[in-house]
């Protein structure tokens, strides 16, 4: 009686098991860590190559504050869904995904996994970002960099959920980057970074208010504009986080586990 209650009581083992298998594998893959830890940094300095000389507005901030503030948020989100993804559709092509679910293991244990080892992964990205624009950039913020930071890696974070729910609905590496289009640049057009969003269409203000990423790029504007922490940025990464949660829960309920 006591050895069948070990055997089907829960335990954190295969989740422990699955993050460290995606850690070791990325550690070994040299090309995505230098990815994942590069290239929104050298996209940021790019950026700032670009507004360098750019004339501004004389009573409000430089462009690359203006702009970089938001970037820091909508660049890791981009990569990190474009690279769980790819990763997690490569699982399923080779077959690794099919013969995982036929053990003990769960789905939410496997994309828990995936979420824990990513996320690890898009902290480091975010910190690196945050360090080169603060540090060597020049960027500048009303409110703590920290702030920044935090809300770097929980849109980082929501990039691996909304990746890892897009790669349930492909069939190859290639449909898994052809969602790229689908769901990350409608957030980028409608998130504030081109056009304030109260100055949208009536009609397209709640498509905006149903992405995410509107929401991150909300609360670093927050931290831009106002050396307090306010309510507002706690409620925009709070909304950024529930996102994540009920993205991992979808993900979980459309895993399948046969490939087709």
């Avoid at 938001?70 to 399923?92: K, Y």
């Avoid at 109260?198 to 106002?226: E, F, K, T």
Wanted: glycine residues 6%; positive net charge; proline residues 7%.
């Amino acid at each position: 009686m006591t050895a069948t209650l070990a055997r089907t009581r829960p335990t954190l083992r295969p989740y422990l098991a699955t993050t460290a298998r995606i850690l070791r594998q990325l550690r070994n893959d040299h090309r995505t860590v230098a990815m994942i830890l590069l290239v929104p940094a050298l996209l940021m300095t790019l950026l700032y190559f670009i507004y360098q000389d750019a004339p501004h507005p004389p009573l409000g901030p430089p462009l690359f504050d203006r702009v970089g503030i938001s970037m820091l948020g909508v660049l890791p989100f981009i990569v990190m869904f474009l690279i769980t993804a790819i990763a997690m559709q490569r699982e399923r092509t080779s077959g690794t995904l099919e013969r995982l679910l036929t053990t003990p293991l769960s789905k939410i244990d496997l994309l828990a996994g995936y979420g824990t080892a990513f996320s690890l992964a898009a902290a480091a990205q975010a910190v690196v970002a945050c360090l080169v624009s603060f540090g060597l950039l020049g960027l500048d913020a009303a409110g703590d960099p920290a702030w920044v930071v935090l809300i770097a890696v929980v849109d980082a974070i929501n990039g691996v959920a909304l990746g890892l729910l897009a790669s349930a609905f492909a069939r190859t590496e290639f449909q898994a980057v052809q969602f790229m289009p689908v769901v990350v640049a409608p957030q980028i057009f409608l998130c504030g970074l081109l056009v304030p969003r109260d100055q949208l269409p009536g009609w397209l203000q709640p498509i905006s208010d149903v992405m995410p990423l509107s929401y991150a790029v909300d609360a670093l504007q927050q931290v831009s504009q106002n050396p307090e922490v306010t309510g507002r940025m706690w409620r925009d990464l709070g909304i950024v986080a529930l996102f994540t949660i009920v993205a991992l829960g979808l993900g979980a309920a459309t895993l399948r586990r046969r490939t087709p």
